[in-house]
């Protein structure tokens, strides 16, 4: 009785042993299926040059930054927004065209006026043609053809986002996540005010770098060498 008792509680044994084996297989193997099924997708995040007068907008392409056609074909695109008389919102090249025949519509040089209050851009608000309102000390912009006053970021943002939208067509994905220059002497109202342009574009500003300091950058990139450099940034509204 002994004996038949051993032997009953080896098999015992044995079979538990073997059970837990086949356990470990069937995970492992269950966890080669999932890793196999994981596909890893990397996200799409464009460089943002928000310029006074013109935008441009790159994005890494082979290893290499490329600067992104827009929809015109251009490398650049004109930082303007207008309204027509019939409500239409244009925004580039084709809103600069028509700023001689309806100026008082035709936003430009909007970055002058982001994140600044009114009683900071008296000398700025004589050298455009489009109205600009003092709202409670900020600023705003007038738009008769549709009766509404914008604020700057708002302007901003539709640059903001059809740079987005060319990207998008260009890389054959959807693009949400940017990082976004401005000049090295913006403020930090006028830097929350340029990310919050971005999030009104619906664009997830992934961080706010000066100009120069992202030119640096380029030229440093995959240089081993350390060297001491001097940027000169001759944009079209500011010269850092």
Do not use: W
């Not at 799409?44 to 056609?69: H, R, W």
């Not at 930082?79 to 919102?89: C, E, P």
């Not at 604020?151 to 998008?168: F, G, P, T, W, Y």
């Amino acid at each position: 009785m002994l004996f038949r008792s051993s032997a009953l509680n080896f098999r015992e044994s044995q079979f538990q042993g073997s059970t837990r084996a086949l356990k470990a297989r069937l995970s492992f193997s269950d966890s080669k299926v999932t890793r196999r099924n994981t596909v890893v997708r990397a996200e799409k995040v464009v460089g943002i040059d928000l310029g006074t007068t013109n935008s441009a907008v790159a994005a890494m392409e082979g290893g290499a930054p490329t600067i992104v056609t827009n929809a015109e074909g251009g490398r650049t695109t004109p930082s303007v927004v207008a309204y027509t008389k019939a409500g239409d919102r244009l925004v580039g090249q084709i809103a600069k065209r028509q700023g001689v025949v309806n100026p008082e519509n035709t936003f430009y040089s909007v970055k002058r006026f982001i994140g600044r209050r009114h009683d900071e851009i008296s000398n700025e608000a004589k050298e455009i043609p489009y109205t600009v309102v003092n709202s409670a000390g900020n600023v705003k912009l007038d738009c008769p053809a549709l009766g509404k006053q914008f604020a700057a970021e708002e302007i901003s943002a539709q640059v903001l986002r059809k740079l987005c939208d060319d990207a998008s067509s260009f890389l054959g994905d959807s693009v949400t996540k940017a990082v976004i220059t401005v000049p090295a002497y913006f403020n930090d109202s006028q830097r929350q005010a340029t990310k919050d342009a971005g999030q009104i574009a619906g664009i997830d500003v992934l961080r706010i770098i000066n100009e120069p300091t992202a030119a640096s950058l380029a030229y440093g990139f995959e240089r081993k060498a350390n060297e001491t450099i001097l940027i000169f940034d001759l944009g079209g509204g500011t010269f850092d």
